[in-house]
């Protein structure tokens, strides 16, 4: 097995994170993806919890993991 602590080749990019803020790290670590209806209203109410899953499974595509199975 080799010894990765002998291995700097990556070390310029430790060091530049290490100079980052927290607010930087925070700013780039995510990553605003379009979710197709969900995004498409600022907010939705449901009575119900069976309500809210009857919506998502009528409303939502199954890849956004929104199914009940």
């Known amino acids: 097995m080799?010894?990765?602590?002998?291995?700097r080749s990556d070390w310029p990019d430790f060091d530049a994170a290490a100079k980052?803020?927290?607010?930087?790290h925070m700013r780039n670590s995510f990553v605003h993806?379009?979710?197709p209806v969900l995004d498409d209203a600022n907010y939705r109410s449901f009575d119900t919890m069976?309500?809210?899953?009857?919506?998502?499974?009528?409303?939502?595509?199954?890849w956004l993991?929104?199914?009940?199975?």
Do not use: F, V
Not at 50 to 62: A, I, K, S
Not at 65 to 69: E, L
């Open 65 to 69: 993991g929104y199914s009940r199975g």
């Open 20 to 24: 980052r803020t927290i607010e930087q």
């Open 2 to 7: 080799d010894d990765i602590s002998n291995d």
């Open 50 to 62: 069976e309500e809210y899953r009857r919506w998502c499974e009528e409303n939502l595509p199954d």
């Open 33 to 35: 993806t379009y979710k």
